[in-house]
């Protein structure tokens, strides 16, 4: 398994990326830069390209409203470029509070737009010819009416690869069954392993078996919560919040994709009590609601035994790559984290 992690930079930008050296020596593979509603995660990018060397770099993610499918190709061949070919396009349709609340568009389609900006993206990137004709989920005109613009374009620019690698974070079962089939690599949010055949099973083997062979196997990217020693525990504490907000926050009854994930795995009643708690602005008693079981099975908390055996758990269930995000009490402590599992995770 790849080891990868989320860059955090309450600490400040600047520091955080000088700090990346470190790890990239302790042997991580893979940063992954979120975009929501902060600063943009395109600049970020280019800037830790520019300190490191051997780390592989991904979006993670930048959702589907907000630039077009061409803007994003050129986006990731220019990130593949100035990082000489360490980039993933991570992407995702993000939900309404993000796309409707933030940017101002309406959140539509998201099927078909993933569908639509992967394939832009590759033939950009294999610097066909553009022409946008008949009907696009990306582009706002009429239906049946295409740009009506001057002759094709391709790319300007021959780019690094023509294969980017690109990541879909999906976890509705027709969203996951077209990652399955289109994408190099799925990232799912809240992963159980043991919970993940019967909830993502069927449309994983739905996709796979529309899959083109040339895009190889694809690339499972579970988050974790990384800590290791005999008195950790209270760490699975910090993942109440996040959980809560997910899973009573992002999104209204009955449009809540992190809430029906919960239900998914068996935990309705929870699920439903978070959202009401939650939507009636009571967060603290919310995230109370928050299964134990889902924050220990969804986590790498715990004595060097009890990690190792959800690393095997996760290797089983198919992960390829975990996305860790490592607590301590300081830079060295995290540091020996990622040297630990990147250890423990080539045992397993």
Same mark, same amino acid.
């Given at each position: 398994?790849?080891?990868?992690?989320?860059?955090?930079?309450?600490?400040?930008? %600047?520091?955080?990326?000088?700090?990346?050296?470190?790890?990239?020596?302790?042997?991580? @593979?893979?940063?992954?830069?979120?975009?929501?509603?902060?600063?943009?995660?395109?600049?970020?990018?280019?800037?830790? +390209?520019?300190?490191?060397?051997?780390?592989?770099?991904?979006?993670?993610?930048?959702?589907?409203?907000?630039?077009?499918?061409?803007?994003?190709?050129?986006?990731?061949?220019?990130?593949?470029?100035?990082?000489? =070919?360490?980039?993933?396009?991570?992407?995702?349709?993000?939900?309404?509070?993000?796309?409707?609340?933030? $940017?101002?568009?309406?959140?539509? +389609?998201?099927?078909?737009?993933?569908?639509?900006?992967? *394939?832009?993206?590759?033939?950009?990137?294999?610097?066909?010819?553009? !022409? $946008?004709?008949?009907? $696009?989920?990306?582009?706002?005109?009429?239906?049946?009416? =295409?740009?009506?613009?001057?002759?094709?374009?391709?790319?300007?620019? $021959?780019?690094?690869?023509?294969?980017?690698?690109?990541?879909?974070?999906?976890? =509705?079962?027709? #969203?996951? *069954? !077209?990652?399955?089939?289109?994408?190099?690599?799925?990232?799912?949010?809240?992963?159980?392993?043991?919970?993940?055949? @019967?909830?993502?099973?069927?449309?994983?083997?739905?996709?796979?078996? %529309?899959?083109?062979?040339?895009?190889?196997?694809?690339?499972?990217?579970?988050?974790?919560?990384?800590?290791?020693?005999? @008195?950790? !525990?209270?760490?699975?504490?910090?993942?109440?919040?996040?959980?809560?907000?997910?899973?009573?926050?992002?999104?209204? %009854?009955? %449009?809540?994709?992190? #809430?029906?994930?919960?239900?998914?795995?068996?935990? &309705?009643?929870?699920?439903?009590?978070?959202? @009401?708690?939650?939507?009636?602005?009571?967060?603290?008693?919310? +995230?109370?609601?928050?299964?134990?079981?889902?924050? &220990?099975?969804?986590?790498?908390?715990?004595?060097?035994?009890?990690?190792?055996?959800?690393?095997?758990?996760?290797?089983?269930?198919?992960?390829?790559?975990?996305?860790?995000?490592?607590?301590?009490?300081?830079?060295?402590?995290?540091?020996?984290?990622?040297?630990?599992?990147?250890?423990?995770?080539?045992?397993?």
């Amino acid at each position: 398994m790849r080891i990868g992690m989320a860059l955090n930079y309450a600490g400040g930008f %600047k520091e955080t990326v000088e700090e990346l050296a470190d790890y990239e020596k302790a042997g991580l @593979d893979i940063v992954y830069i979120a975009e929501a509603y902060s600063f943009d995660a395109v600049s970020q990018m280019g800037y830790i +390209a520019a300190k490191t060397e051997r780390l592989e770099i991904a979006s993670g993610i930048l959702q589907i409203y907000s630039r077009t499918p061409t803007l994003t190709a050129m986006t990731a061949a220019g990130l593949d470029y100035v990082s000489q =070919g360490r980039f993933t396009l991570g992407i995702g349709a993000s939900g309404p509070q993000v796309i409707e609340g933030f $940017h101002g568009v309406p959140y539509t +389609a998201p099927l078909g737009r993933t569908r639509e900006i992967i *394939e832009i993206c590759r033939k950009v990137w294999r610097r066909e010819r553009l !022409q $946008h004709e008949g009907r $696009h989920y990306n582009i706002p005109l009429p239906e049946g009416q =295409g740009t009506g613009l001057g002759k094709p374009l391709k790319l300007i620019n $021959h780019p690094v690869r023509e294969d980017i690698p690109i990541m879909v974070a999906a976890i =509705g079962p027709k #969203n996951v *069954e !077209q990652t399955a089939e289109i994408a190099n690599g799925w990232e799912p949010i809240f992963y159980m392993p043991e919970k993940a055949a @019967d909830v993502w099973g069927p449309s994983l083997a739905a996709g796979k078996a %529309k899959r083109d062979p040339a895009l190889g196997d694809l690339d499972v990217v579970a988050q974790a919560t990384l800590a290791i020693g005999d @008195d950790v !525990q209270g760490y699975l504490e910090f993942g109440r919040p996040m959980a809560a907000l997910y899973i009573g926050g992002m999104g209204a %009854k009955g %449009k809540n994709f992190y #809430n029906d994930l919960a239900r998914r795995y068996g935990f &309705e009643k929870e699920a439903e009590e978070i959202q @009401d708690l939650y939507l009636d602005g009571k967060k603290d008693e919310a +995230a109370a609601k928050v299964p134990q079981e889902l924050l &220990e099975k969804m986590s790498l908390i715990g004595t060097e035994g009890h990690v190792r055996e959800r690393l095997a758990a996760m290797k089983e269930s198919g992960v390829t790559t975990l996305n860790v995000a490592p607590v301590a009490g300081d830079h060295k402590g995290r540091i020996a984290l990622i040297e630990k599992v990147r250890e423990m995770a080539a045992d397993v």
